[in-house]
């Protein structure tokens, strides 16, 4: 890689960023294209966000990637906000078009490519969204139009009332939301094709937590656990003893962070090369 006066540089920025894939990814796929593109990880601690939103204008920082605390609050220092992103209120790709800063969120496009590219057939299909944070508020908007009904269970009742709410006015299909419980995971399970799990539950280093019982999965069923870390979660694992067809969150890292490739570079994201560098990253340092 030789970096020059020209190199355009893209970033994420986030706090924790040490373990972040994107630049593994990103690198990765830069390298492949023989692109004059560099992707480097910054911390950015909250309190920091707007000088560092300064900082993106005035270096000229092409692309950037957004990852957690910051989501919700870069929302309000960007110039311009795509529909997705306004509809989730959370951003998680910026693209420095020529000093404006347009907020993007890539999340519902990975997911929903991660499905459909994985062989998923939507059409007709009734979902189990488990969450209603940033990520699956993302992916709701995706499914509502494309699925045939879609159930939402959060923790926190009220952000799936609302979250239901405003796809019925935004998607004209009609959304179901609960509260989650045993009971409730159980019964909407039974009625439903796909399951998603878009809660954190399951995640490092929480890697024993499960909403879902192993007895209620069945072989009919398609689950994505979006969690990536670990590689496989303690649901993923139990989907596929129980015979289930199973879409890791690895997936839809790799096409959320192929939509940001392509939003930067205009060129075809090369997913192969993608896929392959996040898995062995992961295998090495989980
Ligand atoms: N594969 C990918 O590309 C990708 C992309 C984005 C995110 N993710 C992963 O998705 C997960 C969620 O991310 P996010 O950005 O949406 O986070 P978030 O906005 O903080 O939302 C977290 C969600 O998880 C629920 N939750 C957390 N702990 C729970 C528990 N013990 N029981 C039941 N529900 C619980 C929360 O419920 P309340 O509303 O009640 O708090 C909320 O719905 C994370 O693990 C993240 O790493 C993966």
């Not at 989730?88 to 999340?107: A, H, K, M, P, Y």
């Not at 096409?255 to 940001?260: K, L, P, T, V």
């Not at 090369?270 to 392959?276: A, F, G, T, Y």
């Amino acid at each position: 890689m030789s970096i020059s006066g020209k190199t355009k540089l893209c970033c994420v920025i986030g706090d924790p960023v040490e373990h972040t894939l994107s630049p593994t990814i990103q690198n990765a796929a830069f390298k492949h294209l023989k692109l004059d593109f560099i992707f480097l990880a910054f911390k950015v601690k909250p309190q920091e966000l707007e000088n560092a939103i300064q900082g993106i204008r005035v270096l000229g920082i092409h692309g950037i990637n957004v990852t957690m605390p910051h989501k919700k609050a870069v929302t309000k220092l960007l110039d311009e906000l795509d529909p997705t992103a306004k509809f989730v209120s959370s951003v998680n790709t910026i693209l420095n078009r020529n000093g404006r800063l347009c907020g993007f969120n890539t999340d519902g496009i990975g997911a929903l490519n991660a499905l459909k590219e994985n062989g998923v057939n939507l059409s007709g299909k009734k979902v189990l969204l488990l969450g209603a944070g940033s990520a699956a508020k993302a992916i709701a908007l995706a499914l509502a139009k494309e699925v045939e009904q879609l159930f939402i269970l959060n923790r926190t009742h009220e952000k799936a009332i609302e979250l239901k709410e405003s796809l019925n006015r935004f998607s004209g299909r009609k959304v179901t939301s609960d509260i989650i419980s045993h009971e409730a995971i159980q019964r909407y399970l039974q009625k439903s094709d796909i399951l998603v799990n878009a809660t954190s539950a399951g995640m490092h280093p929480n890697v024993n937590q499960d909403l879902v019982v192993p007895d209620w999965l069945r072989p009919d069923l398609t689950v994505m656990d979006i969690i990536y870390s670990p590689l496989e979660t303690k649901l993923a694992k139990e989907a596929k003893a129980a015979g289930a067809r199973v879409i890791s969150g690895v997936e839809m890292l790799i096409y959320q962070g192929a939509a940001s490739f392509e939003i930067w570079t205009g060129h075809k994201a090369p997913l192969e090369v993608m896929r392959q560098a996040a898995l062995n990253r992961l295998a090495k340092f989980g």
